[in-house]
């Protein structure tokens, strides 16, 4: 389908408001009927109706026919976090005894999810370096009944061959789910590569003004009825109608911002691994990059996120770089308009870093967002300046 389309009419009957261009915010918790029949056709179907807001509401049904047709997915739900898209689908889908094959690292609270909660039901995770397909099949259970993947990662980039994997979990009745919030479906497109359920961060780039908190899932109408029935019900992790409107919004400009993130990511990356006090620059599309192949066959393109090493990563090198940036701002999250820093060492008591052996703490990761990239640069050398 036309991307144009999509962002700019799909979903959208102006018609029915005035013929209003922007959607109206439909803020409304419930929805009246005139006769008995009708309401009970409504609470006999709520996946189809407009009931309850917890359920369905028009201004968030607009939102899911674009980010479905985005993904090339039958439909899609949106939730008040991108961690409720990737928690709830998976308590949907799993029960008491069953398998997850996971890759290591995946976002924070999704490890959180395989190795605190889920336990708590009798559900158990086998963690695997997800670059080489062998370690796929080597976990792989009879009980296994959900492989999860994160492709790219967003701290050190790891890939994982979609359709290999798809191709493998068909072949053994599991089902696949990625978090694809680091392309979006504007440069990786799961659903297509024949992964079953593609979750991201609408958080990120798809709110893109750091000012929402929302995620997305889409896959079969089966599967999304399925999550939706039981435990999208029950949990209750909708989304306010003002934030999905908000990423209707943020939809608008979406391709514009990717790729402003994109080209930045690319100039600021190549500038870093050039500088004589950076010892390397991690991201998937530089040629130095270890699965270079494996990203240029399945992504169109790349985000803006990246990670660089110092030559020198000794802790209050690190911390001294980024306590000396004057615009790139230090913060969790990514994907909106400002560029971003993130050491690693936050997440770490300084008496447990270990320099010689630094492993993935001595990354620092960089959003690159729509600033001006000269503008990045020379924050980032009056920066490096301080610990030269
Ligand atoms: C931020 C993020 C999430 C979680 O999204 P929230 O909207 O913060 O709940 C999940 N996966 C990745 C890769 C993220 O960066």
Not at 134 to 158: G, M, V, W
Not at 160 to 170: E, H, R
Not at 302 to 318: Q, Y
Request: glycine content about 6%.
């Amino acid at each position: 389908m036309d991307l144009s389309y999509i962002l700019n009419e799909l979903g959208e009957e102006r018609e029915n408001y005035f013929n209003a261009v922007a959607p109206p915010i439909i803020q409304t918790s419930n929805f009246a009927f005139k006769t008995v029949k009708d309401f009970r056709d409504a609470l006999a179907d709520e996946f189809d109706a407009d009931l309850y807001s917890r359920g369905n509401n028009p201004t968030l049904n607009i939102l899911r026919k674009k980010l479905a047709a985005l993904d090339g997915a039958e439909d899609a739900l949106v939730f008040s976090s991108g961690i409720g898209a990737i928690t709830v689908p998976i308590l949907a889908l799993l029960k008491q005894g069953d398998h997850v094959v996971s890759v290591e690292n995946p976002y924070s609270w999704t490890i959180k999810l395989f190795k605190n909660f889920l336990p708590k039901f009798g559900i158990t995770t086998t963690f695997i370096d997800g670059r080489d397909i062998q370690n796929f099949k080597d976990a792989i259970r009879s009980e296994t009944r959900l492989i999860y993947l994160e492709s790219p990662n967003t701290f050190s980039y790891e890939l994982q061959d979609l359709k290999a994997v798809a191709n493998l979990a068909k072949s053994k009745g599991i089902i696949t789910m990625i978090d694809n919030s680091y392309c979006t479906p504007l440069y990786q497109r799961p659903i297509e590569l024949g992964i079953d359920l593609s979750a991201q961060t609408a958080t990120k780039y798809i709110g893109g003004h750091s000012d929402v908190v929302a995620g997305v899932v889409t896959g079969k109408r089966e599967l999304i009825k399925q999550i939706f029935d039981h435990e999208y019900m029950t949990i209750g992790p909708s989304l306010s109608p003002h934030s999905a409107w908000l990423l209707i919004r943020g939809l608008r400009t979406l391709p514009l911002r990717l790729q402003r993130s994109f080209e930045s990511a690319q100039m600021v990356g190549d500038w870093l691994s050039n500088h004589p006090l950076v010892a390397k620059v991690i991201w998937p599309f530089r040629e130095d990059f270890e699965q270079y192949e494996l990203g240029q066959r399945q992504m169109q393109g790349c985000g803006g996120l990246f990670s660089f090493v110092l030559k020198d990563p000794a802790f209050d090198k690190i911390e001294t770089f980024c306590n000396s940036l004057k615009h790139i701002l230090m913060a969790v999250s990514w994907g909106g308009h400002e560029s971003l820093i993130i050491p690693s060492i936050a997440a770490l008591p300084e008496s447990e870093y270990d320099a010689v052996n630094p492993n993935r703490y001595q990354l620092i990761r960089m959003y690159a967002g729509l600033e001006d990239p000269e503008y990045l640069i020379k924050d980032l050398e009056q920066g490096l300046a301080e610990i030269s």
